[in-house]
């Protein structure tokens, strides 16, 4: 079996298929069309290599995860089962029974499972380096002391949630269509997004939660590769139709280009450009911007942009709405483009009623397992 490779297990695949009322694999193959339209999703075939525990690929795992709404991609493993005896079912289907050792080599089988962990040890680390690689290209996953890897913390963070997706389907006329972000973490760098590469393009995470005003959100931004709005802070109503953002990047003119601030204007209506906040530039690539929103108790919005150390631009307007507002960091893409963007959220908080919260990005996840006790 080739390191890129991997078998899922085909039952379950097939179980949560039908209970989410995909009759074949022809409907599930459909279904990830809509995730990856780009790279046209997967073939009919390719679904049913993995409900038949065939080897398939990590992009394979991904993009069945997200059509069977799964969060943990892993979650579709085969379970891995060390089998003694003369061999080592490292990938041992479910249900099958493993070899029974032979009485004259009873004593050997020690030796033997701790060589099958450290064989399991060896193929767990590739493809987990492989997994991570694919869905967060450019990026090394943050490791923490006793080698966990870190995500992102769904307990603070939703990706592409609903009042994210009604919010950012109206930053453009037409409707942007939303796609799925590429989401990466740089221990130096922090929370990296990107994915946005064509026209009329939108995809971004919200807070878990709203919050009431007043607050101010603040942030740190930087963009590192800039062919449209590299980067969008806002705050914006569950239904889209109240909010500010904020964005900076390359737009098809020198009106959308710098740093803006849009704002609602009613349910499933398209969000206004309401003034500039920098020259007709794009952000400079590599620096460290600041960007904050305050929202009064009367709904009114204050916001403030620049690159850090230089005096920021504000501006206000009167009445965004009483919210509550969730958070939103996004990406998006107007008739400017295509091309990559890539921009880094290195702190995100929010502030009011007497106290200061830092959102933060990142979530342990656990260790498939504990080899060294073997």
């Known amino acids: ?69 799964i969060d943990d991609p892993d979650e579709l493993l085969l379970p891995v089962e060390i089998a003694s005896g003369d061999g080592f079912g490292l990938f041992s289907p479910v249900g099958k029974t493993p070899a029974s050792p032979q009485p004259d080599r009873e004593w050997n089988r020690p030796r033997r499972v701790r060589r099958a962990a450290a064989v399991l040890f060896v193929c767990l680390a590739a493809a987990s380096w492989v997994f991570w690689r694919q869905i967060e290209p450019g990026s090394t996953p943050v490791r923490n002391k ?14 592409n949630g609903s009042a994210a997706r009604a919010a950012l389907a109206n930053m453009d006329t037409p409707r942007a269509r939303i796609v799925e972000p590429i989401l990466s973490f740089s221990p130096k760098l922090g929370l990296g997004i990107s994915g946005v590469d064509g026209t009329y393009e939108q995809t971004g995470i919200q807070t878990a939660k709203p919050f009431v005003p007043p607050f101010v959100v603040r942030a740190t931004v930087m963009a590192t590769a800039i062919n449209a709005g590299a980067f969008v802070l806002a705050v914006t109503s569950a239904d889209g139709g109240q909010g500010a953002a904020l964005a900076g990047g390359q737009g098809a003119n020198d009106v959308f280009t710098g ?41 009114a919005v204050t ?10 631009r504000r501006k206000t307007e009167p ?26 959220w290195r702190a995100v908080t929010i502030s009011g009623h007497g106290s200061v919260t830092a959102l933060r990005f990142r979530h342990e996840r656990a ?7 073997f």
């Open 1 to 69: 079996m080739s390191e890129r490779s991997i078998v899922l297990d085909g039952g379950r695949i097939r179980r949560l298929r039908e209970q989410r009322g995909l009759s074949s694999q022809g409907d599930l193959a459909l279904a990830t069309v809509t995730i990856d339209p780009k790279r046209g999703g997967l073939a009919a075939r390719t679904i049913w290599d993995a409900e038949n525990q065939k080897p398939v690929s990590r992009r394979t795992q991904l993009l069945i995860a997200r059509a069977l709404g």
């Open 319 to 344: 009445a965004v709405g009483p919210g509550p507002f969730y958070v939103v960091l996004a990406q998006g893409s107007g008739a400017h483009g295509p091309g990559p963007n890539q921009a880094y």
């Open 259 to 299: 740093l803006t601030l849009r704002t609602a204007t009613g349910l499933g209506m398209y969000w206004k450009l309401d003034g500039k906040l920098s020259e007709p530039r794009a952000p400079s690539p590599n620096t460290w911007y600041d960007l904050a929103i305050a929202v009064d108790v009367s709904g």
């Open 303 to 312: 916001v403030s942009a620049g690159p850090q150390g230089t005096d920021l």
């Open 146 to 159: 006793s080698g966990s890897q870190v995500g992102l913390d769904t307990a603070v963070w939703t990706v």
């Open 367 to 373: 260790r498939l397992a504990d080899i060294g006790r």
